[in-house]
């Protein structure tokens, strides 16, 4: 079964940074092409990074720049290196498996203050 845990997120200032980590077990997961979604209050779940299993990266235009997401296949884990944060920023991010859609952790929070 397919399991993911989030981590990672907090509250942080406009400027500053946070590193995100997401486990995954329940799968091959270097074989997995992965992605960071995130979803604001009142706003639809958005993905903003993603990461092939061959290490091929796409960002979202809002992220571009800020934002690099990276994996580690010895440890079953996927991060997102978020520097430059903004309010807009702030929400509850998510990974997820393009293998397995729909599956999702229980996500972290990340405040971002003005």
């Known amino acids: 079964q397919v399991h993911l845990v989030e981590s990672g997120g907090g509250l942080v200032q406009t400027g500053g940074s946070l590193r995100l980590s997401c486990v995954a077990s329940?799968?091959?997961?270097?074989?997995?092409?992965m992605g960071w979604y995130r979803q604001a209050p009142g706003k639809q779940r958005e993905l903003v990074a993603s990461?092939?299993?061959?290490?091929?990266?796409n960002y979202a235009d809002s992220v571009k720049g800020r934002f690099t997401i990276s994996r580690d296949n010895a440890k079953n884990t996927v991060y997102l290196q978020m520097n430059s944060l903004q309010p807009v920023d702030t929400a509850v991010y998510y990974c997820?498996?393009?293998?397995?859609?729909?599956?999702w952790g229980h996500g972290t929070l990340v405040t971002v203050s003005s």
């Open positions: 329940g799968m091959i997961f270097s074989i997995n092409a």
């Open positions: 997820s498996s393009f293998r397995y859609p729909g599956r």
């Open positions: 990461i092939s299993s061959g290490g091929t990266t």
